[in-house]
């Protein structure tokens, strides 16, 4: 009887070691605008959430009181993602804010190749902005899409290189701005991590912003990963910068 207890023991405390080893990780699509190639895992649910402070060249103050994307793993490789921001803002240096809702924005992303030394994983993401769901004054007039391809360099256990080129629409005009950026990251430990990245919006010359963030993220548990981020813009120095904070939340 005590060696069946035993046996019975060890397989149980072997169960739940493997139980844990399967237990899924939150897979975070913040902070930062480099997008990462990993999707959400199948049948899972993120939310990313965060809040965010802006100050601009024009004296100008926007709030994100929060900006939400709800990501569900259709496929293995395949994730729907929805998402708004709630906003808070004032233009040049008005008393009275105003609050308003971005317009809701649905997209995918698929990861079309896991990578394999120094190749590459290979990610795609296609978004679009609705010209009839968020606050009238903040709504474009067309259908505003965003397309973007991902690529990611996994550089031994505890770096990562990032970069991404894209399209993205406003609404208004037919000409697209174009999208680049790079970011670099690491571990510092099991659960803390640091990256900067670079990402720029190209359009027309006087139009154009390269923008610079530094940002740390910490793992609270498994399924949630806290962060914290600063921008910074190099061709206006001391007179833009934003900060926000966040949280990815794997619900089930």
């Not at 072997?14 to 237990?23: D, I, K, P, R, Y």
């Not at 010359?205 to 548990?221: I, K, P, R, V």
């Not at 399924?223 to 914290?228: A, E, G, N, S």
């Amino acid at each position: 009887m005590k060696k069946l207890s035993l046996l019975f023991g060890l397989a149980l405390a072997f169960g739940v070691c493997h139980a844990q080893e399967e237990l899924p990780t939150v897979v975070p699509d913040r902070p930062g605008f480099t997008f990462g190639a990993d999707v959400v895992q199948h049948h899972k649910i993120t939310w990313d959430n965060g809040f965010a402070f802006e100050s601009t060249p024009d004296v100008s103050h926007n709030i994100t009181l929060n900006s939400t994307i709800l990501r569900y793993g259709l496929f293995e490789n395949m994730e729907l993602r929805v998402g708004t921001d709630f906003l808070m803002y004032n233009n040049g240096g008005t008393m009275e804010p105003t609050f308003g809702i971005a317009p809701l924005c649905i997209g995918t992303k698929i990861k079309v190749y896991e990578g394999n030394g120094i190749l590459p994983a290979v990610g795609l993401l296609a978004e679009l902005k609705s010209p009839h769901v968020g606050s009238r004054e903040l709504l474009p007039s067309h259908l505003a899409p965003a397309m973007y391809a991902i690529f990611e360099h996994a550089i031994g256990e505890r770096l990562w290189l990032c970069y991404n080129a894209g399209l993205e629409w406003d609404g208004e005009t037919a000409a697209p701005k174009t999208f680049l950026a790079l970011g670099f990251g690491g571990s510092i430990t099991e659960t803390l991590g640091a990256y900067v990245e670079t990402y720029n919006y190209l359009h027309r010359e006087d139009e154009n912003q390269y923008m610079t963030e530094f940002g740390l993220t910490w793992l609270a548990s498994r399924r949630v990963q806290l962060d914290v981020e600063c921008d910074l813009d190099f061709l206006h120095f001391g007179k833009y910068y934003a900060l926000g904070f966040g949280v990815s939340w794997l619900i089930n």
